[in-house]
Structure formats: structure tokens, C-alpha cells
């Protein structure tokens, strides 16, 4: 049976905190395994997988729903770690997810922010020991970021603040998929009519809100509106909108 508690050296016992590495590299797991086993005692690894199918599943026997913080990559084989991170936060909000990925775009930090997770570090930019020093805060009830990853989150804030200036980003497909949503064209239509993929479609609809610091189809068409992107005829406008509230 695993010890789940340790002293903290004054002969009090304190309780571990118990995670698990849903990662598919086996070396790296191997060297993280070794360094918390023998040099961090307060930290017990219940478990290891590289299937997030499989986590799932673990966490449904009690050996393993016990489990305080999840370490997460991106890449895995059979899930992205940006859907178990979902999921997760809506089955078991009481777990920490400290993501540890080589995937640091700012797609995907930026995925992982809206998600909430509690920590986030680069395999490029951290040392082992400071992957134990993300376990520890993200057990606490704190954030804790790579400085890397703290300076891709900077702009991204710092692009979400900006003024609504961008029309000059947006390509000529993008263009099209705005207007085509004015119009009141769900996906499959719109894709339809431009020859591609629905999920062309959503690709590029997500760019926009990226790019717009958005979240809805409605806000798109809003901004395009008042940007000039697209015009409307007087009276016209309310009634898009009022589609727009049903659309997506």
C-alpha cells in the first residue's frame, strides 16, 4: 500500500500530494518519475498513462479518484489534452491540471487559459524541479506559469486589449465566411457555397475570434458591421441580429 503521507521534518505528518502524468513520451515520464521518487517525498505518482482514454478510466476506481493535481500534455495518441482539459474541468473541477507540453502555440495556451487550467510549462523552458515546484503551487490553490509561457500570455492579453483595428488581417476566405454569416448561413451552407470543408469552416471562424478576442458568431458579424467589414441597409440590422441570437 502507498504511503500518503510524509513528516515534514518537526514530526508532523502531512498529507502528499497525489498526481498523475497522462503524457505519451515514455522517457520523459521515466526521468520526472525518478526525480519525484527519490528526491521529492511529499509528491506520490499514483498512476501513469498515455491515453487519455485510459485516465478517464482510471479515475473511475477509487485507487486513482483520489488524485490532486494531473500532469497533461497536449499530443497524446488517442485525445488532445485541450478536450481531456475540458472535460475535466466538467467532471472533476476539484482536479488541477498543470499542463506540460512541447505545443506551446498561442493557440494553445490560449485554449488553455479560456479552459482554466491551473498551470502551464514548456518541455523546452523547465528543469524537473520546477515541474515539482508547479505541482506544489497548482496543489495550493495557486497559478503557476512557465516565464515563457507568461510572455506568450502577455500578448495575447496584450492583443485582446487592443483597439478593433484588424480588418487588414483577415484574408479574403475569412472575409467571405463573415459576410456569408451576416447573411444567415450556418457552417455546412457556408462551406458549401465556398467550396470547402465544414471544418474549414469552424478553422477559420475560430481564427477570427482569436484574432477579435470573441467568442460568438453574433460578435463577428457586430464587429464586421461596425467596422465597415459588411453594410447593412437600415432595419436590416435588427432583424440579423435577432437571427444572429439563434445562429451560431
Same mark, same amino acid.
Given at each position: ?13 502531512? @498529507? ?9 513520451? @515514455? ?6 518519475? +525518478? =526525480?519525484?521518487? *527519490?528526491? $521529492? ?14 485516465? *478517464? ?7 486513482? &479518484? ?9 499530443? +497524446? ?13 466538467? @467532471? ?8 506540460? =507540453? ?17 498551470? *502551464? ?12 515546484? &508547479?505541482?506544489? &503551487? ?46 444567415? +448561413? ?6 458549401? $457555397? ?5 471544418? =474549414? ?7 477570427? *475570434? ?6 460568438? =458568431? ?25 437571427? +444572429?441570437?439563434?445562429?451560431?
Amino acid at each position: 500500500m502507498r504511503k500518503t503521507s510524509f513528516s515534514n521534518g518537526i514530526g508532523i505528518e502531512m @498529507e502528499k500530494i497525489k498526481i498523475i502524468m497522462v503524457e505519451d513520451h @515514455e522517457v520523459y515520464r521515466d526521468g520526472l518519475r +525518478l =526525480t519525484i521518487e *527519490f528526491h $521529492h517525498h511529499d509528491i506520490i505518482i499514483l498512476g501513469e498513462t498515455k491515453y487519455g482514454s485510459v485516465f *478517464f478510466d482510471m479515475l473511475k476506481s477509487d485507487e486513482y &479518484a483520489c488524485v490532486d493535481v494531473v500532469l497533461l500534455d497536449i499530443g +497524446l495518441l488517442d485525445m488532445s489534452g485541450i478536450d481531456i482539459a475540458r472535460r475535466l474541468k466538467m @467532471e472533476r473541477p476539484d482536479i488541477r491540471i498543470l499542463i506540460i =507540453t512541447a505545443d506551446n502555440t498561442v493557440f494553445n495556451i490560449s485554449e488553455m487559459l479560456n479552459i482554466g487550467v491551473e498551470g *502551464f510549462l514548456s518541455k523546452f523552458h523547465c528543469s524537473s524541479d520546477e515541474v515539482v515546484e &508547479a505541482v506544489r &503551487a497548482v496543489a495550493q490553490g495557486l497559478n503557476y506559469y512557465g516565464e515563457d509561457i507568461s510572455a506568450i500570455m502577455s500578448h495575447i492579453y496584450i492583443e485582446k486589449k487592443k483597439p478593433m483595428s484588424v480588418t487588414s488581417e483577415f484574408s479574403q476566405q475569412e472575409r467571405s465566411i463573415i459576410e456569408l454569416s451576416h447573411e444567415g +448561413l450556418r457552417a455546412k451552407q457556408i462551406a458549401s $457555397h465556398l467550396s470547402i470543408a465544414p471544418k =474549414t469552416v469552424e478553422w477559420h471562424k475560430s481564427r477570427i *475570434f482569436q484574432k477579435l478576442g470573441i467568442n460568438s =458568431t453574433k460578435e463577428m458579424v457586430d464587429f464586421a458591421i461596425k467596422s465597415g467589414i459588411i453594410r447593412v441597409e437600415r432595419g436590416e440590422l435588427g432583424i440579423r441580429n435577432e437571427e +444572429l441570437g439563434i445562429k451560431r
